[in-house]
């Protein structure tokens, strides 16, 4: 497994965080947000450095935060979205950006790299973190997703339907990364980035 000690570096800052700052449980950390996501995620991203999934592009701070994102989302789907998990701009949250649903959007037609991105994802390349081109890929995805979502409203408004439940990127997320894990086989023509970091 790669960046044995990485993670356990990690895994011992979360712990002494969460003792020395929220009593040695994350639900303090949830009931502090007051049934915001936005809070709830800000917090994490301040209180626990191992969070910061900031990066730059063109000149810009970009911030992915993956890993702070789907602690959201998990805790929101763990507690149903009710109770200290009825956060009400859950909707703000946006996909995680790891490698694995670039991957399925583009099997599925929803993202195309380019030729040459493509060459070099083939041959196995590494990305550094903050690459030009994996910051790319990262934004892109999360941008895609953030359409696939508008469509999906669009259609349903369009039908008048009520929608079963809520539509977000975080569902779709969920729904997308189910897929790939899947559908492993039947995307093995197509490549993924690799980046090693301890941010996704
Ligand atoms: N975008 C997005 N990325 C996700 C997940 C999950 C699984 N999530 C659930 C599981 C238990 C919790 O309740 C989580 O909700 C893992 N990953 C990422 O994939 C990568 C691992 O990939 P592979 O090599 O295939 O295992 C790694 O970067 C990991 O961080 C997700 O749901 N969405």
Redo the contacts with the bound molecule.
Sequence with gaps: MPLMEDRHRVLNEAGRILLEKFGGSFLNCVRKSEKSAQKLLHLIVESFPSYRDVTEFEGKSVSFYKRAQ?LV??TWSVLEGQGDGCFADIASIT??A????PQVLAHLGALKYSDELLKKLCRGEMLSYGDKQEVEIRGCSLWCVELIRDCLLELIEKKSEKPNGEINSILL??YL?DY??DHRDDMKGIPFHRTRCIY?
Excluded: H, N
Excluded at 98 to 101: E, F, K, M, P, T
């Design positions: 789907i989302a998990d996909m995680f790891d490698y694995r649903l997320d969920y990364w790939a894990r996704y």
